[in-house]
């Protein structure tokens, strides 16, 4: 006898419909997994084995073929068991197959019947509504995290044997209550825990403002992961949209147990990350760093001690919001939105800047320059210096809240939507050349300024654009629709001086 | 392509084929040289034949068959198609400071064109000179100097190192104002440091004893040391250590008779034990282009141009003096009741008309 079901293999961060294919015929007894599975799945034989015996079920003791088709897609881990056991029941008649045509299935099962917990829920659920599925068989600690798909019938059990009687027309077990020990607790880093550090948490208001990526240089222990932190507090609140897309890629890298995650992802790897690590990959791919900061900030701490090839992989997810890793036959596409901010230290002893204590000399300095710059810091639209905050600074009240920084921020934000309307721009980080020639206008005392850093090779014309899109976020948090000649000075003051530009200080046109 | 772009490289063979030859063998015994670095202007000043056999060794034989058949002509072509101009000691323009010098190069190698090379030559130069691993003070202090003696209509002579040499140049090069680069090795496009090379070819003058392709070693820094302080008619230590390279450049100009300047340090900074020396051995003192104008022509009789930054508003003025009192980064300013946004601006503004700099670190330092 022949029983078929869907459930949902995880690509990358996104579904694919498996269907479960489970042949029963006369023959010894043995019981094959075909269906390229990696090591997990074929181990899925001794389970599923197990757990039906110990659920009180016969496991038939004859020759059993399950097929996991398509069989050109790789699948992966132990999220099949719960499918393979339910085919199986149903190929011996144990349970009828017709019932089990609504249902998706997906989990790990215990030698003991019992359902595991499963990463990767919520994108099972989505690619079951959207196959058309009606209901969905989950384990009961994903009940919540698969529910947020509305339109489809959770069934959240914990047992084998629950699920199977569900199937044969017991009702479903309510839904476990949510547990709301995991939504906000009030610890969330703040920005009125700051002291000091007035303008770097200018420059985080300003980067949170206008989605710029923010370079952050000063001495080991003056505080910049602690100011990086503090960023996703005065982002603007995720969307249900985005929110979702966060909780269902966070879910299948198993990093996040249950219901909707609200506060915007911080990610902070260490500089030994490789390429693959940062933007995703390895076989099969997994979603990396970048994809994991999605919609959030991605936070590269000691930036010079990253690894030159890691860095260069972060060009395209920077430039295009998503990335493309081809592996073998296929191409996964995995989002990665984020915001970038950026920690070096200012020399490579990383005390410049304190006295007598650096004793870099200005090779070290270019040498040090060098690692840093490249394409990574053209993205970088402020860099500001954070200073060891003192005595006075410690005493001093909080320059600012989350809250009321956010308001703000959100208010710059929304005048941006309206103002980028019918672009492709979303906030004056992403403005292009073209865009900003468009939307940033500045006075005739603006421009002059400007012009002189330009021609005086300050700036690059690189640099230049830097500026504008930094003095058009300044103008928007102040509620100006003008650009003003403080915009661009203070933006001036937050630029990064790059290598280049360091250089050529004095007139380049005396080169032709 | 080169010969194109520097008319005067082809025109301005003016070196004699004995001059030429001399450059030839230097550039052949280069690895022999660095064995006797001390005594380096003495074996410079000996003739061909007793400098063969004093540095020769096994290869002497060869080399005196190859200097027998040396060709004149495919050196001069090799060196127009480098773009290189070329002088040599017999002719009667040949920089007259240069050849008070006993080991007086014997073919000046240059780029950026012989007459233009002449020229800057005759204008008073002063050597400004230093270490490579210059302070952002001794940076400033060297890019002041070149730009103001530059602008006074003096030749500032440097020698493209690193650190205080290329600020020099490029103070000097700032007010598009008269400078020379003396190179250790071969003067062309090969060297290090290109963007500066092309700045200078375009308008100053790079120099050098050796024909070009001649890699680097080390005895040819001394030996380039000599040239500088030979070529200038006063030498200017900006920053150096106690071994530094440019108190050799120090000990030159003093054997040349010509006057020694310094700036002063502080004591405690480690590029300032050479100038201290200096001073303290009877050296000049510099405190800025006015000084070494005073030196070379005598007191008052030149002034230097005055600061060519424009004038500052009261309120910039405030934030420069709390600046140089050591309110220098914009978190310390803010203190004094501005708010981020303004102090960013008003640093941003100062750094724009040139009278502060961003150091490593964050802090700004106001340029002299």
Redesign the interface.
């Given at each position: 006898m022949l029983a078929r079901l869907p459930t949902f293999a995880i690509d990358g961060v996104h579904p694919r419909e498996v269907w479960v294919e489970v042949d029963i015929r006369s023959g010894l007894p043995a019981f094959t997994i075909v269906g390229l599975g990696d090591t997990a799945v074929r181990e899925s034989r001794d389970r599923v084995r197990a757990a039906i015996q110990n659920s009180g079920f016969e496991f038939p003791q004859t020759r059993i073929t399950a097929n996991l088709a398509p069989a050109f897609l790789r699948k992966v881990g132990p999220g099949f068991d719960a499918a393979l056991a339910l085919g199986v029941l149903a190929a011996s008649g144990q349970i009828s197959a017709n019932a089990l045509r609504t249902y998706a299935v997906f989990g790990e099962l215990s030698l003991s019947g019992e359902l595991r917990d499963s990463p990767g829920a919520l994108a099972v659920a989505e690619g079951a509504y959207r196959a058309g599925l009606r209901r969905l068989i989950v384990p009961r600690e994903r009940a919540h995290e698969a529910a947020l798909v509305g339109g489809l019938e959770i069934v959240a059990v914990s047992t084998l044997r629950a699920g199977a009687e569900v199937v044969m027309g017991a009702p479903a077990p309510v839904l476990p209550p949510e547990s709301s020990a995991a939504q906000d607790d009030g610890t969330d880093p703040d920005l009125a825990d700051v002291r000091g550090h007035r303008a770097p948490v200018l420059a985080i208001k300003i980067a949170a403002a206008g989605g710029h990526n923010l370079l952050l240089e000063g001495a080991p222990g003056t505080g910049k992961t602690m100011l990086a932190r503090r960023l996703p507090s005065i982002l603007p609140a995720m969307s249900r949209e985005e929110a979702v897309e966060v909780t269902r890629i966070h879910s299948v890298a198993g990093l996040h147990a249950n219901g909707l995650i609200t506060s915007r992802p911080f990610r902070a790897p260490h500089h030994t990350i490789s390429a693959a690590g940062l933007v995703g990959g390895g076989l099969p791919p997994r979603p990396g760093e970048a994809t994991l900061a999605n919609h959030g900030v991605l936070f590269l701490d000691e930036l010079s001690e990253f690894q030159r090839p890691s860095l260069e992989a972060l060009r395209q997810p920077l430039e295009d919001g998503c990335v493309t890793i081809v592996r073998g036959q296929h191409a996964l596409v995995l989002p990665t939105r984020f915001m970038l901010v950026a920690a070096a230290n200012p020399c490579p002893c990383g005390f410049a800047g304190g006295g007598d204590r650096c004793q870099c000399g200005e090779a070290d300095l270019r040498r040090h320059r060098r690692r840093l710059s490249g394409p990574l810091l053209d993205r970088m639209d402020l860099l500001v210096n954070v200073e060891r905050p003192d005595e006075h600074d410690l005493r001093s009240p909080p320059v600012t809240s989350s809250a009321k920084a956010r308001e703000r921020v959100a208010d710059a934000r929304e005048r941006q939507l309206a103002r980028l309307a019918g672009t492709r721009a979303r906030c004056n980080g992403e403005l292009d050349a073209r865009l900003l020639q468009r939307y940033v206008r500045l006075d005739t005392a603006a421009e002059r300024v400007l012009g002189r850093a330009y021609a005086g090779g300050t700036l690059s014309a690189r640099g230049r654009h830097r500026v504008l899109r930094v003095a058009r976020t300044l103008a928007d948090l102040e509620g100006r629709e003008r650009v003003l000649v403080e915009d661009v000075l203070t933006a001036l003051g937050l630029r990064q001086r790059s290598s280049g530009e360091t250089e050529g200080e004095w007139a380049r046109a005396a080169i032709p | 392509m080169g010969s194109r772009r520097h008319p005067v490289g082809v025109a301005g063979a003016r070196a004699c084929p004995g001059c030429l030859r001399r450059a030839w063998l230097l550039g052949a015994l280069s690895g022999h040289l660095d064995r006797i670095r001390p005594r380096l202007g003495q074996v410079l000043a000996l003739g061909d034949e007793e400098l063969l056999a004093a540095l020769g060794g096994r290869r002497r034989r060869r080399l005196e068959g190859e200097l027998a058949h040396f060709d004149a002509g495919a050196v001069r072509s090799c060196a127009a198609e480098a773009g290189v101009g070329l002088i040599c000691r017999c002719d009667p323009e040949y920089p007259r400071r240069l050849a008070c010098l006993e080991s007086a190069p014997a073919v000046l190698h240059v780029a950026g064109g012989v007459q233009r090379f002449l020229t800057l030559a005759a204008a008073d130069p002063v050597a400004i000179v230093g270490t490579?691993?210059?302070s952002p003070y001794g940076?400033d202090v060297a890019r002041s100097l070149g730009r103001g003696l530059a602008s006074a209509g003096l030749t500032v002579v440097s020698g493209m190192a690193?650190?205080i040499d290329s600020a020099a140049h490029?103070g000097a090069?700032?007010v598009?104002g008269p400078t020379i680069a003396v190179l250790p090795a071969g003067a062309d496009r090969s060297c290090a440091r290109r963007?500066l090379f092309?700045?200078l070819e375009?308008?100053g003058a790079a120099v050098s004893e050796l024909p070009p392709g001649v890699s680097v070693r080390r005895w040819m820094f001394p030996a380039r040391n000599r040239i500088i302080a030979a070529l200038a008619a006063m030498t200017v230590v900006v920053e150096a250590g106690e071994r530094s390279g440019a108190l050799i450049t120090a000990r030159f100009a003093r054997e040349l008779e010509r006057p020694v300047a310094a700036v002063p340090g502080r004591i405690?900074?480690p590029g300032a034990a050479g100038p201290n020396e200096l001073l303290a051995r009877g050296a000049r003192l510099v405190r800025g282009p006015q000084d070494v104008l005073d030196a070379v022509f005598g007191s008052g009789a030149r002034t230097a141009s005055p600061d060519p930054r424009p004038e500052l508003d009261p309120e910039l003025g405030r934030v420069l003096s709390a600046i140089a009192s050591g309110r220098d980064?914009?978190?310390?300013l803010?203190?004094g009741g501005f708010?981020?946004?303004?102090?960013?601006?008003?640093?941003?503004?100062l750094?724009?008309a040139g009278y502060v700099r961003?150091?490593?670190?964050?802090?700004f330092a106001v340029v002299p």
């Open positions: - | 490579r691993r210059a940076l690193l650190g490029r090069l700032s598009d963007t092309r700045r375009v308008g405690s900074s980064t914009p978190g310390l803010g203190r708010t981020a946004e303004r102090a960013l601006a008003a640093i941003a503004a750094e724009l961003r150091e490593p670190g964050g802090r």
